[in-house]
């Protein structure tokens, strides 16, 4: 874009007519600037730089290269967004292929579950385990006799 407005700037300088004049100044700081207006008086030089007509014939040349060249632009812009489109087209087709594998091992994962067999917890009597009474008593648990103990060997005698 900023070429654009460059070359159209330039056409347009090129145009002009033969009646505006630039000054060349050179400035005591020894710079020198191109203005349209005269040298301020603290200018150590001042010239006036002619400005030639242009030809007809080449201002045609120039306007049919700048034409050539915003064709050539518009061409390798439009090539670009279709590869851009083509590119974005190819990573939705991946990310679809993607989900479908994750589709597929999850199925096969549930597949290989159905597989395998259910335990079922037996039932359960009411009060199981506290009232089972084919275990085997904890001596260090608070609520189970000691076995030791002197109560129990009269309990059980």
Excluded at 41 to 63: G, L, S
Excluded at 84 to 93: T, V
Excluded at 135 to 146: K, S, V
Aim: hydrophobic share 40%.
């Amino acid at each position: 874009m900023k070429k654009i407005t460059a070359i159209c700037t330039l056409l347009a300088i090129v145009n002009t007519s033969t009646h505006a004049e630039i000054f060349k100044c050179r400035l005591a700081s020894d710079k020198t600037v191109y203005q349209s207006t005269p040298c301020p008086a603290a200018t150590v030089k001042q010239d006036v730089v002619e400005i030639k007509a242009p030809d007809a014939e080449k201002i045609a040349e120039d306007q049919a290269r700048f034409a050539a060249w915003k064709a050539d632009l518009a061409a390798r812009e439009a090539a670009e967004l279709k590869a851009e489109k083509e590119r974005q087209a190819e990573l939705a087709r991946q990310e679809a292929v993607n989900a479908l594998k994750r589709s597929a091992i999850a199925q096969e994962e549930l597949a290989e579950a159905a597989k395998r067999p259910v335990i079922i917890n037996p039932i359960v009597q009411p009060g199981w385990p506290f009232m089972n009474r084919h275990r085997i008593p904890d001596p260090y648990h608070p609520h189970h006799p000691n076995p030791n103990s002197v109560e129990h060997q009269h309990r059980n005698h």
